[in-house]
């Protein structure tokens, strides 16, 4: 089993931590995270450090994700690790639903109770949250993210880095740019 490390033991963080137990294709051995010296332990895992050392945790680890909501800052991140050797994994929540002919891309994380239909795409680092919904032949782009609930219907395409928070929604077909965020429960159908 590989052994994983988590960069970021925030509130996505410790959710990730929760799925990759859950989920048990790897094995947890700890956290990196900036708010060290302050935050040292996660449950009964180690914080080993800040994100400015990621090259030197590269011996506690073959794996690593970025569990960090910011989509700039998970894709720069994702980038640094990659360039110091960590293989990049991506996170499965068991209580998710991934279609087999679906792409996931390396460095996804999918939550409880998330949804990827048939032939969906998603690209590198991409977020999933809980009860997220990605449908058929949908494509989210790399860095892109899903909040808690949100929906994409058919077709429809998330461009890089952007965010549909909570609750919100494209319509079937609909195409959103890379870096928009959409708020909260906000809806976007073709006219």
Known sequence: MKRLLIVGAG????????AVL?????????FVDDAVPDLQQVWNLPVFGATADLASYRGYADAAIVAIGNN????????????????????VHPQAIVSPRA???AGCAIMAGAIVGTEAQLGAGVIVNCGA??????????????????????????????WMQAGSFLGYGVSVGGGVVLA?????NKK
Do not use: W
């Open 133 to 162: 919904v990605v449908d058929h032949h949908c494509r989210v782009e790399d860095f892109g993210h899903l909040g808690v609930n949100a929906a994409m219907a058919g077709g429809s395409v998330l461009g890089r880095g952007a």
């Open 22 to 30: 859950a989920a048990g294709k790897y094995e947890l051995v700890g």
């Open 103 to 105: 792409v996931v891309g």
């Open 72 to 91: 700039r800052l998970r894709e720069d991140l994702q980038q640094r690790l990659y360039a110091a050797g960590f293989e990049l994994a991506t996170v």
């Open 11 to 18: 509130g996505h963080g410790r959710s990730v931590a929760e």
């Open 184 to 188: 909260p429960g906000e809806a976007i």
